[in-house]
Structure formats: structure tokens, C-alpha cells
């Protein structure tokens, strides 16, 4: 089982890219898991075509201890098992240690064990900010960290915070950095500017995903754009990327 | 407020469950607290604490500690006392500040065991789940670290599984036990985990057969027979009768290598009701069952319960609140548990037998501990039963 984590500063496009991921993952025979640790609990939107389902938060909220693995886990686009670690009420609780409980309840209802994934994805909000959002690399889950940015400046001081969280957690034997993933905002020198990060923190950019139109055409229909145009330009794009990812 | 306690204290909690573990072990344990879980442990859980020398620590987390998650400072503390300290092994335990925080005591353990080259175990504890399920993870975290080293089997060798000052105190009853076993013949190999030392848990692996004496070494019970093929049988000798019969099935087992629980025949719901570990408690139903004919015993679980060791009739009791249920169902006529629940049956006719366990009421009553094996026990059995000794 391949456990990887997908990073990067909130709003840069992990979920799409790591739902495109899944979708084009599964398309060629794996079985995939994804599991969105944000608070928000949209990163599995577009592979449940728009529905919302609960998250693991709310099902504890809801059921104590009785929540069984149905209540958590739903099947979405070709198979994707979806899972959707939630969060607190916005402005109270603890939003890292919401993530700890979700991960707890997957792990002591035998998530892995059970429904067998060949990959796992975790698609971990914004940054590095606290205990609870270094749980996904921690030993035992992710393995692989990659980290979405662009070449703005607010996006790579954040890819950059995230590296530099990752290293510190080296002794530690957590999860290894394994590139960047350019989601191009066709700034001036974007490729340039990445590559130096790339460089700077001794890593590689394994794909770039142009800015293009059929990424928010699939979002309006509530589809990644690996379904709702698997021949477009960008559905080739997204494979590409999945196979890199596989090969590192 | 259902879980509100009105009589009962908290029961002793997980990192006491590690820390009573490892008492007998020469190593460091740390409790990553503010003090007051350390001061719990060895003010009311451990009997052994006074007038014993222990190396075991608080990490005096603060507030800011707390905040920046200082982690660094937390291990640099555990690194200097380790150098002073010499430990064979080091334990680094959670408490309910590190948990809302997120520590990894893993990932600590790892950094630590990197830096110093002493053999570290890191336990998720969190303050919040009974202390079974901490003595539970470390005999077994302990038996895969230490273990496996031995391929030679030691016929007529045993393990006894569960043994802790928190479910069987600081009197005889350790050695009682072990006694018993040596005494028909059995070597005890090793006691997990009174009295015994890390040279005892490598040979562990050796052993025919396991003995658990408490419902927190199922977990390791389970692990060593998948692991080592050792068979277990899982029953607390209580008594004098009750005692021969698990020496009994032990020669059972020794030769046909399969796995018991012990449990009464003709079992039903009523009459009497045994509060407590879950383990014990079976085997002083079996014993009433057997040597007294008493056969109407619910055992009601405190600390959860094990489907494997249950009647379809136990009760796993949720909070005191079920307790004050269960008395006033009006389904019993006697109580078996602890001192401190006398005071919930108030006027009831219901006849109380105390049972003493230190996870319950810690020093209150833990130099009035039952001795577990021999005539003591076999009168206080009678006593239930209404037979007069």
C-alpha cells in the first residue's frame, strides 16, 4: 500500500489535483483511497459528483462510539473511497486535533486492513500549522509528501515552511519529501521561480499542470476533469502526473 | 451528566497502567505531564512506590511548552537524565496535555532513541482510557521488542500474563501465584509484569504455555500465540479448588496446545452481582458456580469488556450512573466489588462483599487486599455463598 500526502498553501488547488490524481489512478486499476484532512471537507467533492458526505468528525459528533466504517466511507467516482476527516464549528474547538480523532477512528475501525486500498491519498490543508496536521506523515500513514504551489510568492514561502517542517521531522522517521507539483498561474518566470525552490530545498518538480479552462468546465459539473473530459489536454496532463507519482 | 461520579473516584488510567509495567524493569520512564499525572501514579496507584527508589519522571510541561510545542526541550531533559541515569531502556508516556496537542511520543521515542542509542519505547497515552489498556500495550510492545530471541522451548515452562499491583496488589498474591505454579511442577519463566526483568521477557518465548490472570494480558496472549504458537489459558487462580482447576487445564493445554478460557457450565443472569476486572471476577463465579453451586452471577465489567472472556448476560458498564441502575434493578440480593461502592447501595437489602482493587480505591484499602489463593479466599467464597466456614 502506497500512502502519500499532498501539501501546499490553502487555495492553490491540492484537492483538484489529488482528486484527478484518484480518479486517473483508478481508471488504470487501483484501487484508491482519498482522505481530506480540512476542516472545509471538500477535498473529495468533484469524485462524489457534489454530494457532501459526512465526515468523520460529524460521525462521532453524532454516534459516539457506535460510528461503524459505512458511516465514514463512501464510494465515489470509478470506486474512489472517500473519506472526509471534517472539523470543528468554525471559530471554537481544535481543528489539528480533530484531524488526530479522524485518523484514530479510520485506523481503530481497521480502514486499511478492511477495505485493502492499493493507494492512499491525503490531502492535508494549507500548512504545517500545529500536531495535528503533521499527523498524515507521521509513521505509519503517508509515506511520500508532495507539495502543490505556483510561482507566487505567498504559495512558495508556504511550500518552503512545509519542507522545512518535513526535514525537522526526519529524525523521526515520518513521511520523505518527494517533489514539488507546479499548478501553473501563468506568472512571469513560474517555471524559473519553481525550479529554484525545487533546487533550494533539494527537490524536484515532478509535473506542472497548466492554468486551463476545463478545470473549472468539470468543477461546474461536479466531475474531475479525469471524467468529464477523459481525451481533453489537461485529462492527459493529470495521467502523466499519476504516473510520476507512482514512479517515485 | 450521565457520567457525573458521585461516589467513585477516577479509576486508574493508562500511562499508570505502563508506569506500573515497568516498576520492576531497570529503566527510565517519563511521563510527558505537568507533575500531576506523575503525582497521581506514585501517590495512588503504586503501593510499591514507598519505600522504593524508581527512576521514573515528569517532564514539568508548561503552558508555553504547551503552545510552541516544545518538543525539543522535552527531549534534551529525557537525554540528561538518561546520561546520569545509565537506563537499560527508556519510556516516554503521554498525558491528557500532550494528547490535545498532538505529540507524536513515537516519533519522540524514535529522536531520542537515535540521539542516546538506548532502546526507547514511546506509548500513546492519554490519561483518558483505564489503565488495562496501558499495561495491555506495554507487556506486548515489551514482549516484540524483547522477545523472540529464544527458539528452544522449555517444556513445562509458563508465562503468567497480567500481573499487576493494580489489579492484585502489593501483598503475597504475586508470589502466591507464582508459587502455585512452580509448586506442581511449572516453571515460571516469566511474570509479566510483577517480578520479573527484561532477561525473563526475552525468555518468554520459551514458555509452553501462558497463563492470564487479568483481562489486560489478552492482548499479549493473543499476540504470543500468533506470533510463538504458545496456547494460553485464561483464568485468575482464585481459592483453593479454583486454583487446582486452572494448575488442571494448564496440564491440559501443556498437552493437547490449545487455548482455554475457563468458564462455569449452567451459568445464568441474577442473584449475584460481581463488580470489577473482568478476569477476576470470571473466576470467582466459576469458583461459586463450582464449589458452591451458586450459578445465578453477572459479572459487570468496569474497565470494558472482552467479548471472548463473557457471558451473553455480563454487563459492560458505562458509568457510575449504570452502576446505581443495576443496584436498584432489583435483580440481585448480593454485591461483590469494591469498599468504596458500599455507600451506593443505601438502604437497599442487598448483602455487600468487599472486594479491594487498587485501580478503584487506591490506598484506601490496598493493605486490606484479598489473598487471592488459599483458604482466605475459600472463606470469603463460603461467605458469598452463605456457607458458614
Known sequence: MKKIAIYGKGGIGKSTITANLSAALSKKGYKVMQIGCDPKSDSTKALMHGVKIPTVLDQIKKNGKKVTLKEIVFEGYNGVLCAEAGGPTPGIGCAGRGIITAFEKLEELGAYEILKPDLVFYDVLGDVVCGGFAMPIRNGYADQVFIVTSGEMMAMYAASNIVAAIEGFGKRGYAKYCGLILNSRDIENEYELVSKLARETKGQIIGVIPRNISVQNAERLNQTVVEAFPDSEMAICYRDLADKVMEV | ?389
Open chain 2, 1 to 389: 451528566m450521565s457520567q457525573l461520579c458521585v461516589y467513585l473516584p477516577p479509576f486508574s488510567s493508562d500511562y499508570s497502567g505502563v508506569c506500573t509495567c515497568l516498576f520492576d524493569l531497570n529503566g527510565m520512564v517519563v511521563i510527558h505531564d505537568a507533575s500531576c499525572c506523575c503525582a497521581n501514579y506514585v501517590s495512588y496507584d503504586e503501593p510499591r512506590w514507598f519505600g522504593n527508589k524508581r527512576p521514573i519522571y515528569c517532564s514539568a510541561l508548561r503552558e508555553i511548552d504547551a503552545i510552541l510545542g516544545d518538543d525539543e526541550k522535552f527531549i534534551r531533559k529525557v537525554i540528561s537524565a538518561c546520561d546520569s541515569m545509565k537506563p537499560e531502556f527508556i519510556a516516554v508516556l503521554g498525558s491528557p496535555v500532550p494528547t490535545i496537542i498532538g505529540s507524536d511520543m513515537n516519533g519522540i521515542a524514535q529522536e531520542i532513541e537515535g540521539k542516546t542509542g538506548v532502546p526507547t519505547f514511546g506509548f500513546s497515552t492519554t490519561g483518558f482510557r483505564y489503565y488495562n489498556r496501558g499495561v495491555a500495550e506495554a507487556m506486548v510492545k515489551f514482549a516484540k521488542y524483547y522477545g523472540g530471541k529464544s527458539s528452544q522451548q522449555n517444556p513445562g515452562g509458563v508465562n503468567i500474563l497480567g500481573l499487576t499491583v493494580l489489579d492484585f496488589s502489593d501483598n503475597s498474591n504475586a508470589a502466591d501465584i507464582r508459587n502455585l505454579f512452580e509448586g506442581n511442577g511449572f516453571e515460571v519463566i516469566c511474570s509479566f509484569m510483577m517480578g520479573c526483568n527484561l532477561m525473563d521477557i526475552q525468555r518468554s518465548t520459551q514458555a509452553e504455555v501462558n497463563i492470564v490472570v487479568s483481562q489486560s494480558g489478552m492482548a499479549l496472549a493473543a499476540f504470543m500465540e500468533k506470533e510463538w504458537g504458545i496456547p494460553y489459558v485464561a483464568a485468575t487462580p482464585l481459592g483453593n479448588e479454583g486454583s487446582e482447576a486452572v494448575v488442571r487445564t494448564v496440564r491440559q493445554v501443556c498437552e493437547d496446545h490449545k487455548s482455554r478460557v475457563l468458564h462455569g457450565e449452567g451459568l445464568h443472569d441474577g442473584e449475584v452481582l460481581i463488580l470489577g476486572e473482568q478476569m477476576i471476577a470470571n473466576s470467582l463465579r466459576n469458583s461459586l458456580a463450582q464449589s458452591y453451586g451458586i450459578k445465578g452471577v453477572t459479572v459487570g465489567c468496569l474497565f470494558g469488556m472482552d467479548k471472548a472472556l463473557a457471558q451473553d448476560f455480563d454487563i459492560d458498564i458505562r458509568d457510575e450512573r449504570h452502576i446505581r441502575d443495576l443496584i436498584t434493578s432489583g435483580k440481585y440480593s448480593k454485591l461483590v466489588a469494591d469498599p468504596l461502592m458500599k455507600v451506593m447501595l443505601k438502604d437497599r437489602d442487598i448483602s455487600f462483599f468487599p472486594l479491594p482493587h487498587v485501580a478503584v480505591s487506591s490506598k484506601l484499602y490496598w493493605h486490606r487486599y484479598k489473598t487471592f489463593i488459599g483458604d482466605k479466599m475459600e472463606a470469603f467464597l463460603a461467605q458469598i455463598a452463605g456457607i458458614p466456614m
